[in-house]
């Protein structure tokens, strides 16, 4: 069976939604999506239980990041245990490409609320979908200066767009079921966290 193919869940729980799906060869099979929180941990694998439905996946992918510290250890966490369980192959997928999958606009920005008042932004272009410049984490002043596109999306999007002072903003929930869009290699990520900055703990000087 080619890999496109393959019953594959999805797990997202990067941002306060947790979301799971089931795909395969690029069709959406099943979902669940809820705004959670901080739940991840007691509704996830409630959640992928109920998604089965008996059924077995032959594959996992899961949103490795940047977002939530917490959520991000959730999803990965789940996804290995079932790996382990199913004996099946575990990939990650970046929240930055997720959102902004299912746009279709040529040229695309994606800005997540960070942590401390700074924004994860990204920049990708469509035909073929890509990245243009690499993750980073900037207050939205910062981002301004970096980030061209005219359509931003994500949970920062606005604090972007009014930071410029031009574009159109969309606050547009992550959901697993848009993973399907995703090209082969930005679902093929390692399965470890993109956390996307430093951790805020320090060690004493």
Known sequence: MPESDRLTLVIETATPACSAALIAGGELIAERHELVGRGHAERLLP?????????????????CGPGSFTGIRVGLAAAQGLRIGWGVPLAGYSSMALAAA????????????GGHGQLFVQSFRRDPFRPTDALQSLSPEAAAAVIGAPLVLGSGAAALVEARGFGRSVDAEL?????????????SLPPRPIYGRGADARPMP
């Open 47 to 63: 959640m992928v239980r109920e998604l089965l439905e008996g059924r077995r996946p032959e594959a996992i992918l899961v949103d």
């Open 102 to 113: 299912g746009a279709d606009e040529s040229e695309i920005a994606v800005a997540l609320r």
């Open 175 to 187: 959901r697993a079921a848009d993973a399907r869009s995703l090209p082969r290699p930005l679902r």
